[in-house]
């Protein structure tokens, strides 16, 4: 047992306990809290699998970004330390039992399959070779959905505006 | 680095997938089941990711595509929540059980 094996271990408990703890929580607070330290463990992952521009990413816009959001969000419209309802204890057994099920047949299947992996030769995710192709206009470049998504962006804020400035006007 | 498989990482981002989906099942409070559909979103990527590193190393479509979930990411979380705040405005109230009705 290597230590890289030890690492990946190590990083997969982080985000598989912080997962379980952020979605069983009672106090939702600390729910976020569990989810924070889950997204941190992926981007180590993503470090473990030399992606670091990816890695870089998910900090900036996961941990610095949608959790901050959410954060937020709580205090404003919680009480923030009581404690949420449990859930009904047949909704939580069948919810448990639809969960384990199908993870149990999804990884069964993985088991089974055989995967193949490339022959040709390797091609760095630097933040170069990223660049190059996320902007190139040829056959395997992504300039198109690079436009798309940012229009998204433009019409999520706009949206995002006019949700707020609605009720304000109806509630003066 | 060698001992380590796809299928170490699948079985991760696969347990995930199914918290995620575990959480959405059993909260009944409209944040924590935006921050489960962040675990079954944050599981995908890792997919792309392992997928793109494991098997089809001569590209890097996989990164990209986790590259553009991210934004989707981030916008669909600051619209949800845009919309989870009105809705608490109006009801006072964020869990679903309350939110019965289109129009208030």
Redo the contacts between chains.
């Keep these: 047992m290597s230590a890289s094996t030890v690492i990946f271990y190590i990083i997969s408990a982080v985000i598989l306990v912080g997962a379980l703890l952020a979605v069983t929580a009672r106090k939702i607070f600390r729910a976020a809290v569990y989810l924070l330290f889950s997204l941190i463990g992926i981007a180590g992952l993503y470090f473990f699998l030399n992606y670091e521009f990816i890695a870089a990413v998910q900090i900036v816009v996961y941990v610095g970004g949608i959790v901050v959001l959410i954060i937020f969000s709580i205090f404003l419209t919680h009480e923030s330390g009581s404690d949420m309802k449990s859930p009904a204890i047949g909704r939580a057994i069948y919810s448990g039992l639809a969960a384990v099920f199908a993870f149990a047949l999804t990884f069964f299947i993985i088991n089974k399959t055989e995967f193949y992996p490339t022959q040709n030769e390797t091609l760095e995710p630097s933040v170069r070779n990223i660049g190059l192709q996320m902007l190139s206009t040829t056959e395997h470049g992504y300039l198109l959905p690079f436009e798309a998504v940012s229009m998204l962006l433009l019409a999520a804020m706009i949206g995002c505006i006019v949700i707020a400035i609605k009720t304000r006007t109806q509630t003066d | 680095?060698n001992?380590?498989g796809?299928?170490?990482?699948?079985?991760?981002s696969?347990?995930?997938?199914?918290?995620?989906?575990?959480?959405f099942?059993?909260?009944?409070?409209l944040?924590?089941m935006?921050?489960?559909i962040?675990?079954i979103l944050?599981s995908v990527?890792?997919n792309f990711?392992?997928f793109?590193?494991?098997?089809?190393?001569?590209?890097?479509?996989g990164?990209?595509f986790?590259?553009?979930i991210?934004?989707?990411?981030?916008?669909?979380?600051?619209?949800a929540?845009?919309?989870?705040?009105?809705l608490?405005?109006?009801y006072k109230s964020?869990?679903v059980e309350d939110a019965d009705q289109m129009k208030h």
């Excluded at chain 2, 796809?6 to 991760?12: D, E, G, M, Y």
Aim: charge should be negative.
């Design positions: 680095m001992e380590i796809l299928n170490h990482i699948l079985f991760v696969t347990a995930l997938f199914f918290i995620g989906v575990y959480g099942l059993t909260r009944r409070n944040i924590t935006l921050m489960s962040e675990l944050n990527n890792i990711i392992a793109n590193k494991y098997l089809f190393s001569d590209k890097l479509d990164l990209f986790t590259v553009f991210i934004t989707i990411a981030a916008a669909e979380a600051a619209v929540i845009a919309i989870i705040i009105n608490y405005r109006n964020i869990d």
